[in-house]
């Protein structure tokens, strides 16, 4: 699945297919004049302003501003990456995805792996409801509490006791038999034969983010170890990447404002039945890295529940190294410890889903645990003992990547310890939050609940100017043939401007590729500050009767006219740092008429 998608590829995959299609499949639009309407499928309103444009191919919501192409909108309401999402698409448009290098996206071999896989999902659901020794299975499940909704949900099934019963339903060739064994289904024997690896079990199918059976759990039926057996890691599935339960989640809860991370598959699907769907499970190994960059790209408050023995306060010692450098500002990380000797599963059985919530809702905070993990050996009573926590604590939190909280629990550690945060070491190449936090591009924006304050002149026309060029990019957007009216953009450059180098890199795509539709433009800068502002200027509604060239012409005219001013500005004051004796004739002559210039 390594290397990049080529830009050409995706250019030509958005001009094949229709964004009203893809959306219209997912989101009950109406005509309404040239465009679609429908409820935004992003937040909750009563009257529709989600509107898709067909002719220019994007979407766009007037109350919440989410904006984009079919890739964009793919990726927000399925949760797909990048890569994920323009599969999706390829896949509606019947072609497969190339990558630099040669390589497809998934390869032939890895969608016969991911097809024998999901076959098998089917078969073993169906053995759980129409196998002559199935009965025990329902029993177990029927004891544990489950019922036939959540069975289905789930795509809980059941491998059959004996060596051959996948193998002769699903392995009818050499071919089959092979890919069945390199997706882990079957195991080789020493003499050349193969047998099931999945024998008497209840199968828990393991979803990938497309919803693919990529692997499977089996817990065993009868007193055989291990009482849980794992899929081995294949082409297309890899443990400490994949998180049990998370497909489902995501499919069932749109908007995920927090995850439970557990250890068990009954845990997942216990939680579930009970209305808690916004646990996943680790597959019985420990948390990893990538598990936990995976949950932040859904969510941005991720609890980690642990037994309360000693085995559980390892785990959570553990997942605290994992969560630490993890923890861009705006995430947040909790735990939650069970009492002694129950599990999520039997948790939510005897106290119910409202009492599991609250206990969730009340979950330490990694900030709160961090300290509670290093100093509960520690006597802060005495000064050793203040100096050996800091010692501890400081190289943990300037591990954190986040400048806003890196410097708040700095604060708090000197508070706990008795000196001031900035006595404290600053780690090396991290700069104190007043220097970090003006490149901190994960710092999220918060809205000013005050008035501002009232625009000086030169405000005044900072705005006015960042105006003009907002214009324009609009213009270019909605009319992309402007850009040969442009004679020299050299003549911009002495405007500070914030978007004038959104308006060059504008300039540059669209002679770039200038027969490309505004929703394959838009994928340039999908995921950015500038993707946004460029949907928004591209959502708005051109002034009834207007002249686009005329207005182009005459808005880059005005920001002309500014540029040549502040460079006469500039050029004026290099002037008067010398005495008028000292000027040159020709230095003279260009004094004065900037003089009668700068009195326009």
């Known amino acids: 699945m390594s290397g990049r998608i080529p830009q050409q590829f995706i250019d030509d995959l958005l001009e094949r297919v229709d964004i009203v299609d893809v959306i219209d499949s997912r989101v009950n639009l109406r005509k309404s004049g040239k465009n679609y309407t429908a409820l935004c499928p992003f937040h909750d309103e009563k009257s529709p302003s989600f509107s898709v444009n067909p002719d220019k191919q994007f979407y766009y919501c007037f109350g919440c501003g989410a904006g984009g192409n079919a890739i964009g909108f793919l990726m927000e309401y399925e949760r797909l990456d990048f890569p994920a999402a323009v599969e999706k698409l390829a896949g509606v448009a019947g072609v497969e995805v190339p990558r630099e290098g040669g390589a497809a996206a998934t390869s032939p071999r890895q969608a016969e792996l991911a097809s024998r896989l999901e076959g098998a999902a089917r078969w073993f659901q169906a053995q759980l409801r129409t196998h002559a020794q199935a009965a025990q299975a329902r029993q177990y499940l029927q004891g544990r509490g489950l019922s036939e909704e959540t069975i289905e949900r789930f795509g809980i099934g059941f491998a059959p006791p004996g060596w051959d019963g996948l193998l002769n339903a699903l392995g009818r060739s050499e071919a089959d038999r092979k890919l ?133 306060r390892k785990a959570a010692a553990r997942a605290l190294e994992i969560a630490l450098p993890a923890m861009q500002d705006g995430r947040q990380a909790s735990f939650l410890f069970l009492p002694e000797g129950e599990d999520p599963d039997s948790l939510v059985q005897r106290i119910g889903a409202d009492a599991f919530r609250q206990l969730v809702s009340a979950a330490t905070p990694l900030s709160e645990y961090l300290f509670e993990h290093y100093g509960q050996t520690i006597d802060l009573e005495h000064l050793d003992g203040r100096a050996r926590l800091s010692n501890l604590l400081l190289p943990a939190i300037n591990r954190i990547p986040g400048a806003v909280f890196r410097e708040l629990m700095r604060t708090a550690l000197a508070e706990r310890v008795g000196m001031a945060a900035n006595r404290l070491p600053q780690a090396p190449g991290q700069a104190p939050l007043a220097a970090a936090s003006q490149t901190d591009a994960t710092l999220p924006a918060r809205p000013r609940a005050t008035r501002p304050p009232t625009p000086t002149p030169a405000a005044t026309i900072q705005r006015r100017v960042q105006g003009s060029t907002r214009h324009a990019i609009r213009l270019l957007l909605q009319h992309p043939g402007l850009v040969t009216r442009i004679p020299d953009f050299e003549r911009l450059e002495a405007l500070e401007d914030p978007d004038l180098p959104l308006l060059r890199q504008l300039v540059k795509q669209l002679e770039r590729t200038p027969h490309t539709s505004l929703g394959a433009m838009l994928g340039y800068w999908y995921g950015t500050e500038s993707g946004e502002l460029l949907t928004r200027l591209a959502a708005e509604d051109p002034m009834p009767g207007a002249d686009p060239e005329r207005e182009f012409d005459d808005v880059m005219q005005h920001l002309a006219q500014r540029a040549g001013r502040k460079t006469a500005t500039e050029q004026l004051r290099e002037l008067e740092r010398m005495s008028f004796a000292e000027l040159s004739p020709a230095q003279k002559q260009q004094y004065l008429e900037l003089l009668q210039l700068r009195k326009k």
């Open 180 to 312: 069945l064994l390199d997706a882990g289904l079957l195991i080789a024997r020493d003499d050349g034969g193969l047998y099931d690896r999945f024998r008497h079990r209840i199968m828990f199918p393991i979803r990938d983010n497309r919803g693919r059976a990529v692997a499977f759990g089996g817990r065993v039926l009868t007193d055989e170890k291990p009482k849980y057996l794992n899929s081995p890691e294949t082409a297309i599935f890899h443990k400490s990447q994949e998180l049990y339960g998370l497909f489902e989640a995501r499919r069932t809860v749109r908007d995920l404002d927090r995850v439970l991370v557990v250890e068990g598959y009954m845990d997942v699907v216990m939680l579930a039945q009970h209305g808690i769907n916004n646990a996943t499970g680790t597959l019985g190994t420990s948390l990893t890295s990538n598990h936990l960059q995976r949950l932040y790209r859904y969510t941005p408050s991720v609890v980690f529940c642990f037994d309360g023995d000693e085995a559980g």
